[in-house]
Each structure stands twice: as C-alpha cells, then as structure tokens.
C-alpha cells in the first residue's frame, strides 16, 4: 500500500477519494486530509472515513510516503517546500502555482535537499506524453485554448473583462503567454501550465481563454508542432459536479497517479 496524505479536503479530494474506493485494485491508503484552520468539522462532513488534521506538521506525523495537493495555488505556495524537504514526494494538481518563478526555485531546491520529486499530474487534458515527447526532438510552437461556459469563469478576472451574466456570444477573456495565464486564473488555467512545463515552456506557449455560452462543457484544445512532426487535440470535459471551475477529469488524474505508484504496468 502506498500510504497518501492529502493537502485540502474540498470537491477534488471527494472526487479522488470517491474515485480510488471505486478502483477494483486499490493499493492507495490515504492517512490523513489536511483542512484550514478552524474548518475541520466542515471537512470531516466532506470527507467521513478520513482523518482530518489542521496543521501539515500532524499530516507529515501519519507518515505518509506521498502528498498528494489538492487545494489550490495558495497551497503550494504555503505546505510544498516542507513537505519536499522531508523527504516525501509531493503530487501538485494546482500546476499553475509554478508558474511564479520564486516560488518553483524554491520547491526545486526543497526537492533537491530532501532528495524527493515533484509530481504533476496531466489534469484536465490528454496529450501532454506527446507533448513532452516531441520536446525531445525539437518542439516549435505548442498553442492551447480553454473554451468554458460562463459560469466557470465567475469569481476569477473575467468578471472585469464581461459581464456573464449577460454574455451571448463566445468571448475572448484572455490572450497571451501561459505564466501569465496560469497566475491570473488560478483556478481555470492549471492546464495551461502543465502544456507549457511539458512542451516550451511558460513564456513561449500561448494560450487563449474563452467564456462561450454554447460551450458543451470544459473544452480544452491543443495544437503542437515540432521536428517529429504535428498533432491537434480537442477534449471535452465535464464539469466537477461540486466546482464548475474544474474538470471532473483532473481529479481522476490524481487518483491515477496515486494509483499507478504501486501499478505493475504504469502507463
């Protein structure tokens, strides 16, 4: 069994949870959930048959082997360099977070001293093993595009840009490198950064955000070129049933990941 300790307790880590006791083969053993502070009670109601602590030190005194993020940008930014320190490999699903250059410096050098890796999952979107594939031969434009409905983008910087309550017609929110993407939208443009880690990089990959009232969901699409040669692919996602900021694909990518740390055959 790998044993997992999880930072966050919200709508993703009940879709992993949920997700790994649905796996006929599941080697995962999730010894704890770190909450925020004074949001426990809450949390446990979320999560039932886990343990829930308020402070990453009582979440690293289960012992865990991985730890798994599921929280949000800020999140990283607060609990990865200790974790990594220790020792335990960290798994970030909010990718966007190392878009900040500070503080992806900081979590290389804690992985670097603890002698442990960062992990990141492909999230929302398929096509990043080609992606970094073709890395290898020589990539030379990697273009990517998130086409929501309009209640996905509530609460983040499209609230300026259009009123969506209003909106009509499909609508460019944003339109440029995927750093800046990724920092601007937290929780909307992870993908966007785990396309540029794996293909050229946050400041060579472009990226469009786009709010479009006829959307049939989450709409991811990627365009990559390179010396091995070309492909295009579109991913229509469903919706988190408990966050429509997300894709109900990225927490399953967790799960996946977590489960393929005691997989026979990883692929």
């Known amino acids: 069994m790998t044993s997992v300790g999880l930072i966050g307790c919200g709508g993703i880590a009940q879709d992993v949870v ?14 704890g959930a770190l909450a925020r502070p004074g949001r426990g009670d ?9 343990e829930i602590v308020e402070a990453l030190d009582d979440l690293m005194a289960r012992a865990p082997e991985l730890v798994a993020e599921v929280a949000g940008q800020t999140a990283v930014a607060e ?6 320190r220790s020792g335990i490999d960290l798994l970030v699903i909010s990718v966007g977070a190392l878009a900040a250059p500070a503080l ?46 309009p209640a996905a983008w509530r609460g983040s910087p499209a609230e300026r840009v259009v009123d969506l309550d209003k909106l009509t017609q499909r609508t460019v929110l944003y339109k440029g490198p995927a750093g800046e993407a990724a920092l601007l939208y937290p929780q909307n443009a992870n993908v966007a950064a785990a ?6 990089g946050f400041d ?31 991913l229509q996602g469903n919706p988190s049933r408990s966050n429509p900021k997300t894709s109900a694909l990225a927490a399953m990518s967790v799960a996946r990941a977590l489960l393929n740390e005691r997989a026979t055959i990883v692929i």
């Open 18 to 31: 949920a997700a790994l006791h649905a796996s006929a083969v599941n080697g995962v053993h999730i010894v």
């Open 42 to 50: 809450e949390a446990r109601s979320r999560l039932c048959a886990i």
């Open 79 to 84: 609990h990865g360099d200790k974790v990594l």
């Open 104 to 149: 992806l410096a900081r979590l290389k050098s804690a992985a670097q001293d603890g002698n442990s890796r960062i992990l990141l999952p492909a999230g929302a979107i398929g096509g990043i093993d080609a992606i970094a594939a073709m890395r290898v031969a020589g990539l030379t434009s990697v273009r990517y595009r998130s086409r929501k409905p």
């Open 195 to 200: 396309v540029a880690l794996a293909g050229l």
């Open 204 to 234: 060579a990959t472009d990226v469009e955000l786009v709010a479009d009232p006829n959307a049939p969901g989450n709409v991811h699409e990627i365009e990559a070129e390179g010396a091995a040669g070309r492909f295009a692919i579109q």
